[in-house]
């Protein structure tokens, strides 16, 4: 990816860890990704955020800080508004 010229930041915060991917400008168009995935002793469980624009990518920080309590969805109501 970074020969691609894709800025990877990874930061993990005891059982979550979490990324972010921000593209060069000519592949903007594929979005602003930030990852987190959790740990528990009988699970893994993982959430992805695309964005269209940079300024509106969720931080790491504000994403962790949810200390993996994140809503569930199944795979239909991805992507539809008010989903969680």
């Known amino acids: 990816m970074k020969q691609m010229g894709i800025q990877v930041d990874v930061k993990t ?7 972010t991917m921000v593209p060069p400008a000519n592949l903007a168009q594929h979005g602003f990704n930030t990852t987190c ?3 528990k002793p009988t699970a893994i469980a993982g959430v992805e955020v695309i964005a269209k624009s940079q300024h ?21 109501e991805c992507g539809e508004p008010g989903a969680t």
């Open 37 to 39: 995935t959790v740990s």
């Open 56 to 76: 509106d990518m969720v931080s790491i920080e504000r994403f962790a800080s949810t200390g993996g309590k994140w809503p569930v969805v199944s795979s239909g």
């Open 13 to 19: 915060f005891g059982p979550i860890t979490c990324s």
